[in-house]
């Protein structure tokens, strides 16, 4: 019985902790709730408190982002939002989806997000890139994958073909990279969705979850990283993790539907070009959580 006790408080202690050095922004809309449980998780470049995105907007850019959504039937999805989507920004008319970010940060990202999927946003979690490089020093390492040699001047990126265990700054350099892939976009879409996956087997492994010093470094280190919406503290953000390792684990982890990947804009350069039925009824099957996941191989 003691040793219960004492494993409750440790873990309640270490809860008030990281809540307490949590930043916490108005962020969620005033529009009607969805089914189930919809988070918004982005990535955003605030290191030097400001930046220049391609279309000469001023601000910090939300370059990573995605939504993860348990349905009311248990079924979880991660989706990712590529950054150069053509969306309608309310106020602002039609822009790239990270461009929301930088125009009015967290709170038009969620309205912007919101108005194209059709699911209302319960949480919002944003994680500054510095934080991505602190989170996985602090578990000490994540095992990620690519199918080919890169060495990519831009984000910094030098990886031998295959898997393996790297530290924050190569794990950074990942979620970030696009210029060497001929995708684009679309292909760090995939690589950012295996770093979350990669994150959440390291994050939950008996070396990080045994160790209370490990432990520590963890909690330290991810609410230093985080902004989130009022009201969702650290409870919501593992809630959130064993969602996403749920969804990365029955491989439910799916991307939008697109009609034109280097569709040309007006004053956006190329962007990503959706249909507004092929969304709406791809997000409708995923709010009510029957979203067909893809065979694995």
């Known amino acids: 019985m003691l040793v219960l006790v004492l494993v409750l408080g440790w873990g309640t202690g270490l809860a008030l902790w990281s809540d307490s050095r949590i930043e916490h922004v ?32 001023d601000g910090a850019r939300a370059d990573t982002m995605m939504l993860l959504h348990k349905a009311r039937n248990g079924n979880s999805y991660l989706i990712s939002l590529p950054r150069d989507t053509l969306v309608d920004i309310p106020g602002y008319g039609g822009y790239k989806l990270n461009a929301a970010y930088s125009f009015g940060g967290a709170p038009l990202l969620v309205e ?58 190569q794990a950074l350099a990942f979620v970030r990279a696009r210029y060497f892939d001929p995708t684009a976009d679309i292909g760090r879409q995939a690589r950012q969705q295996q770093f979350v996956g990669a994150l959440m087997d390291r994050a939950t492994s008996p070396a990080v979850l045994l160790n ?4 520590v470094r963890m909690a330290g280190a991810g609410s230093d990283a985080l902004i989130t919406s009022e009201g969702t503290g650290i409870v919501d953000v593992g809630r959130m993790a064993l969602t996403a390792r749920s969804a990365m684990g029955s491989g439910s982890t799916l991307s939008i539907p697109i009609e034109d990947p280097e569709y040309r804009t007006n004053h956006s350069g190329v962007a990503i070009l959706t249909d507004e039925e092929d969304v709406a009824a791809f997000f409708a099957a995923i709010e009510d959580g029957s979203a067909e996941v893809p065979a694995q191989e």
């Open 26 to 57: 108005e962020a969620l809309s005033d529009a009607e709730g969805t089914p189930g449980t919809t988070y918004l998780i982005a990535g955003s470049d605030r290191r030097d408190g400001e930046a220049v995105g391609d279309d000469g907007t």
């Open 212 to 215: 209370p010093a490990a432990q």
């Open 112 to 169: 912007t997000v919101e108005q194209f999927t059709g699911l209302t946003v319960d949480h919002y979690v944003e994680v500054g890139f510095d934080g991505v490089s602190e989170v996985v020093d602090s578990v000490g390492h994540v095992n990620l994958c690519i199918d080919q040699d890169v060495d990519d001047e831009r984000s910094g990126l030098v990886m031998a073909e295959g898997c393996h265990d790297v530290g924050g700054e």
